[in-house]
């Protein structure tokens, strides 16, 4: 049965939360960031180890940042504000408001180019691609062609706008009950067709063949670092939903059905793109390069390949959207809880605000691809410092918020709402959470700053 929305919103059931929340995670992250990363470090052996990264460290922390969201009901400054009240962790909320900021705006371009590749596919323009330089080439001439990458960027932008300015219930709720199984169904269909074309198998081998002598600390803080990106961790957008939460639902049980969902999904994307790739004899490419230029080549070899390329940039830009939703409704939800906004005036002028700030990433593939710092252009440093430096860092800190200073007699008291037969039944899985959250997740991220920042290099 619906539940009434009294005063602030809130998701209209558990699953909706769950949906909404998956949505926000399962991203451009889970499609083309993991199947490459595992298949180039390790195969099985960095599965087992990013699945103990995940329970190590993304559940105790998913579980912290819904909870300070569910328990405040405000967005990260608010929470912070209600819980602590000191400067430094305001602060810390308003770092996660920034990132929002900033990692939609270069998120938003590379989803931009999803929904213009649905086009390219629909147009049959993958068709006379023999090899993947020739898709390669056919990239580079619509990413320096400034109308169709501001474009496409723009077009996507105004549609994550609309999903967040119908609210929570009406647009944010209905769009991933209504995506996320689309999603499924796609990728599903994808995996299936990927398996059963003939050498499919190497695809297979590739992905999961283990290979421990991969596995060393480089490997390991790979897999730390992209357990938090794809959670969607360290910048409150967790917060952010849970703070639409009801205290009737359980968060342990709702985090561990959101990592499932993210993990299995990620898996699929891995087994349908590299048994796809392999099958049609073509060499995985790394980053955008695997998705843009081979992916499409292994489109204009396979059986049915005009078909199922639509279907894959459809799935790929349902993905990034319901992930871009999440970013902006961080930063819409400060602009309402703390300055009093209407939802729809955030929504507007926010998203025109993240639109310009995007601008130069966008034009990082064209007229400003000379400009360099630190030899990264304008989109790869943002990317840098908001997913490598600030999403650690946030999560570290709330990490240490919710073991050391919220009070855990409190937070203990928070998180029983709606989990009482956890609490009565399995006491130690909430002992094992406590000694997680509190000694292993905060060292563990602590070293995967490092090791962004430059500084294990130094020392090692
Ligand atoms: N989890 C998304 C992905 O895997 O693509 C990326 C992301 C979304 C990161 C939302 C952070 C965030 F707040």
């Given at each position: 049965m619906a539940r009434p929305n009294t005063g602030r919103e809130q998701w209209s059931s558990k699953i909706g939360f769950i949906l909404a929340a998956a949505g926000s995670a399962i991203g451009l992250g889970n499609i083309w960031k993991f199947p490459y990363i595992a298949g180039e470090n390790g195969g099985a052996s960095f599965i087992f180890v990013y699945l103990i990264c995940i329970a190590v460290i993304g559940l105790p922390v998913l579980i912290a940042e819904i909870l300070i969201g569910r328990s405040t009901q405000r967005n990260p400054v608010g929470a912070f504000r209600k819980l602590s009240g000191s400067k430094f962790w305001i602060g810390v909320g308003g770092m996660g408001v920034v990132s929002g900021f900033l990692i939609l705006s270069f998120y938003a371009v590379i989803a931009g180019w999803a929904i213009g590749y649905i086009v390219e596919a629909v147009a049959g323009n993958f068709a006379h691609y023999d090899t993947g330089a020739s898709a390669a080439l056919h990239f580079q001439s619509l990413v320096t062609n400034i109308p169709w990458d501001v474009g496409y960027f723009t077009l996507f932008m105004i549609i994550t706008m609309l999903f967040v300015f119908l609210g929570i219930r009406k647009g944010i709720e209905r769009g991933s009950k209504i995506m996320m199984p689309i999603l499924l169904v796609l990728l599903i269909v994808l995996m299936i067709r990927g398996i059963t074309l003939d050498g499919s198998e190497k695809g297979i081998e590739f992905l999961l063949h283990p290979d421990w002598s991969k596995i060393n600390a480089q490997?390991?803080?790979?897999?730390?670092?992209?357990?938090?990106?794809?959670?969607?961790?360290?910048?409150?957008?967790?917060?952010?939903?849970?703070?639409?939460?009801?205290?009737?639902?359980?968060?342990?049980?709702?985090?561990?059905?959101?990592?499932?969902?993210?993990?299995?999904i990620a898996l699929i994307a891995g087994v349908a793109i590299f048994t796809s790739v392999f099958a049609v004899g073509l060499d995985p490419a790394a980053g955008p390069g695997l998705i843009f230029h081979t992916i499409p080549a292994v489109f204009a070899k396979m059986p049915g390949g005009y078909f199922f390329s639509i279907l894959?940039?459809?799935?790929?830009?349902?993905?990034?959207?319901?992930?871009?939703?999440?970013?902006?409704?961080?930063?819409?939800?400060?602009?309402?809880?703390?300055?009093?906004?209407?939802?729809?005036?955030?929504?507007?002028?926010?998203?025109?605000?993240?639109?310009?700030?995007?601008?130069?990433?966008?034009?990082?593939?064209?007229?400003?691809?000379?400009?360099?710092?630190?030899?990264?252009?304008?989109?790869?440093?943002?990317?840098?410092?908001?997913?490598?430096?600030?999403?650690?860092?946030?999560g570290l800190l709330i990490a240490i918020f919710v073991g050391y200073v919220w009070g855990f007699s409190k937070v203990l008291a928070s998180l029983r709402e709606g989990a009482e037969n956890l609490f009565d039944d399995y006491p130690y899985i909430i002992s094992t959470w406590k000694f997680f959250l509190k000694y292993l997740s905060p060292v563990l991220i602590f070293i995967v700053l490092l090791r962004s920042l430059g500084i294990l290099d130094l020392i090692f």
């Open positions: 490997a390991i803080l790979i897999a730390l670092g992209h357990a938090f990106f794809t959670l969607s961790l360290g910048m409150g957008a967790m917060l952010t939903y849970g703070s639409y939460m009801s205290k009737k639902d359980s968060i342990p049980s709702a985090a561990l059905q959101i990592i499932i969902l993210d993990t299995v894959f940039f459809i799935l790929l830009s349902i993905a990034a959207l319901t992930s871009a939703i999440s970013l902006l409704e961080v930063v819409v939800a400060y602009f309402v809880d703390e300055l009093g906004w209407k939802r729809k005036k955030a929504v507007l002028i926010l998203g025109f605000v993240v639109f310009l700030l995007g601008l130069p990433s966008a034009l990082s593939f064209n007229v400003l691809s000379d400009f360099t710092l630190f030899g990264k252009n304008f989109f790869d440093l943002v990317d840098f410092f908001a997913s490598n430096i600030l999403l650690p860092l946030g």
